[in-house]
T-cell receptor
Framework: DAGITQSPRYKITETGRQVTLMCHQT?????MFWYRQDLGHGLRLIYY???????DKGEVPDGYVVSRSKTENFPLTLESATRSQTSVYFC????????????FGPGTRLTVL | SQKIEQNSEALNIQEGKTATLTCNYT??????LQWYRQDPGRGPVFLLL?????KEKRKERLKVTFDTTLKQSLFHITASQPADSATYLC???????????FGTGTQLKVEL
């Protein structure tokens, strides 16, 4: 019963570096989501995917890239990290979209120096 | 402007009492609303979903109400326990069923 996992759990990087956050789910859920959580802003959607090879922008997509070649994986890449991308990142999945339960991973705490 | 508001101040209550958390929204017409629990250092966990045509929903000690006229949802935990201490997030359908927007959450502390 692995569920949804994220790696790494903690990451420190420098401005300008490329960083990839991994997300893996074992339920074969169609939908996957990436959120960032910052004090005072709550959870904000970065990107989502309705199925393999189908992705779409959320509320705050600038500076991020996603891909979904396999149903179970949904990596998030920061192409050139900036200090404003310091945050806690959560991946989530659901069987059939927003009206369904979203299952969240444990989060990745990213610090950009 | 569109807003989702949850009380940013922590709610402190005594064990055994009913905790009531509020989620207010403006300029949205959500078809449904969800409540999540988040513990420190962990991802949110889904608790309940209530649809616009449902006034109230219950699950064990939890009760959610949804008043589309007042643009408000209330989340109740009866017979609260210290283990209920966490941050509770409301999330609204803000895109006709295709977008979920989260509030900033309210921290609940249940004291012995």
């Amino acid at each position: 019963d692995a569920g949804i996992t994220q790696s790494p759990r903690y990451k420190i990087t420098e401005t300008g570096r490329q960083v990839t956050l991994m997300c893996h789910q074992t339920w074969s859920h169609s939908y996957m989501f990436w959120y960032r959580q910052d004090l005072g802003h709550g959870l904000r959607l970065i990107y989502y995917s309705a199925a393999a090879d189908i992705t779409d922008k959320g509320e705050v997509p600038d500076g991020y890239v996603v891909s979904r070649s396999k149903t179970e994986n949904f990596p998030l890449t920061l192409e050139s990290a900036t200090r404003s991308q310091t945050s806690v990142y959560f991946c989530a999945s659901s069987a059939s979209g927003y009206t369904d339960t979203q299952y969240f991973g444990p989060g990745t705490r990213l610090t950009v120096l | 402007s569109q807003k989702i508001e949850q009380n940013s101040e922590a709610l402190n209550i005594q064990e055994g009492k009913t905790a009531t958390l509020t989620c207010n929204y403006t300029n949205y017409s959500p078809a449904y609303l969800q409540w999540y629990r988040q513990d420190p250092g962990r991802g949110p966990v889904f608790l309940l979903l209530i649809r616009e045509n449902e006034k109230e929903k219950r699950k064990e000690r939890l009760k959610v109400t949804f008043d589309t006229t007042l643009k408000q949802s209330l989340f109740h935990i009866t017979a609260s326990q210290p283990a209920d201490s966490a941050t509770y997030l409301c999330a609204l359908d803000t895109g006709g069923g295709n977008k979920l927007t989260f509030g900033t959450g309210t921290q609940l502390k249940v004291e012995l």
